[in-house]
């Protein structure tokens, strides 16, 4: 049979992705792939998936796909069977590289591809999604400060590190600053609040 490419989904806990990669790779020898993680669905609920896009035999997908469906106990519609958790499958791939693009764009990713290539992927997506990270980071901050003086900027890049850690985005300086200087900007919490001459200083005098 054809290889070609295949995607799917399905629920399952960051604790899983060892054994789910091995199986990938080893149980079902498909030597592409990419597997990613995200802890959260499309409205920021907590809902742990993976997304799949491997290269194979459409029977070795299908199999691999039950192979899942038993272990993990999954089902089409999750609510209506007692509540299982779900799986799916992308019945025609439109376009691959945004598939490709749209899977990495939390950064947790395990895959065949190369370094340089799953780089490429997550600035892609990163570029696209960033205002939407930035807006969830920002309301998280919001949510876990109550004072009626100033936080201070420390505690507000701690919070920004902790969400980053609870959402699986890859820590890093120029995304928490980027992430400190978007909240106190855009914020209307005055605890929060930054005036211009106070973002010069988080840019250029405190960094």
């Not at 792939?33 to 799949?52: Q, R, V």
């Not at 609510?79 to 749209?102: D, M, P, V, W």
């Not at 901050?141 to 109550?146: G, K, L, R």
């Not at 201070?152 to 300086?173: D, G, S």
Request: glycine fraction near 4%; aromatic fraction near 12%.
């Amino acid at each position: 049979m054809e290889h070609t490419h295949h995607s799917f989904f399905i629920d399952a806990t960051f604790l899983e992705f060892s054994t789910i990669e091995h199986t990938v790779k080893i149980s079902y020898d498909i030597e592409e792939y990419l597997i990613a993680y995200e802890a959260t669905n499309d409205k920021g609920d907590e809902k742990p998936h993976f997304h799949f896009i491997i290269f194979t035999t459409l029977k070795n997908c299908i199999n691999l796909i039950q192979y899942f469906v038993k272990k993990y106990d999954l089902a089409t519609k999750g609510g209506s069977r007692g509540g299982k958790r779900k799986y799916g499958r992308i019945k025609a791939i439109r376009n691959l590289q945004k598939l490709k693009e749209y899977c990495s764009k939390d950064g947790n990713i395990r895959s065949s591809y190369s370094e340089e290539t799953l780089s490429e992927l997550f600035r892609n997506s990163f570029k696209k999604d960033a205002k939407q990270l930035k807006v969830k980071c920002q309301h998280y901050v919001e949510e876990q400060t109550t004072s009626q003086y100033q936080v201070p900027t420390e505690e507000i890049r701690m919070l920004i590190i902790n969400w980053c850690m609870e959402q699986k985005v890859h820590v890093r300086r120029t995304l928490v600053d980027s992430y400190l200087i978007w909240t106190c900007q855009n914020t209307e919490f005055t605890r929060l609040k930054k005036n211009k001459h106070e973002i010069y200083d988080l840019i250029y005098i405190n960094n």
